[in-house]
């Protein structure tokens, strides 16, 4: 998800993301296997919802979704914000993060999120706030708390990502080309 090349440190939250990632997913497999065929996982597993896989393993999963839901409030709170803690999360911010992990589509659009985040009439929303605020949306849009959760956890560090070149590149690299020139 992150460049190797990145200087500014998100690269650090991504690896700490994956890890969490990893470690909520080795209790499922396991809990899977023991209790269904062997053939049977296979199949089911792609279809199952985040709710579904936290009720299938209990208690496991919560602490681990939640640990990595909030590294990335924290490091989304940092983003674009040199003088951030860490602890608050602007609406811009919050946008700039569902976007991301594609949580705004044609179903949450960015004027709901805009008109549930000053509902709580705050311009900087804590975690516990931010939480509500998330409840309130989903309530609202009638989408599973959890699934919004775990794509918002999962989509990886802050910053531009699947971004094209410009047409003004291919312009630039064809007038540059040394190759190209007769003399």
């Not at 659009?109 to 000053?118: A, L």
Request: aromatic share 6%; net charge positive.
């Amino acid at each position: 998800m992150a460049d190797e090349n990145q200087q500014n440190g998100t690269d650090v939250v991504d690896k700490v993301a994956v890890e969490v990632a990893e470690i909520a997913l080795d209790p499922k497999d396991a809990t899977v296997g023991a209790t269904a065929a062997p053939v049977a996982p296979k199949t089911p597993e792609p279809t199952k919802t985040a709710t579904e896989a936290t009720e299938a393993n209990g208690a496991t999963a919560k602490p681990a979704s939640t640990a990595a839901f909030k590294e990335q409030f924290r490091a989304f709170s940092k983003f674009g914000d040199t003088k951030s803690d860490g602890k608050h999360l602007t609406l811009s911010q919050s946008d700039k993060w569902m976007k991301q992990a594609k949580v705004i589509d044609k179903k949450i659009t960015t004027t709901d999120t805009g008109i549930h985040f000053k509902k709580l009439k705050s311009m900087k929303l804590t975690y516990d706030d931010y939480s509500k605020f998330l409840e309130d949306l989903a309530k609202t849009k009638k989408v599973e708390l959890e699934e919004i959760k775990s794509k918002m956890a999962n989509c990886g560090a802050p910053g531009v990502h699947n971004a094209t070149p410009g047409k003004a590149a291919d312009t630039v690299a064809r007038l540059t080309d040394t190759s190209k020139y007769t003399g």
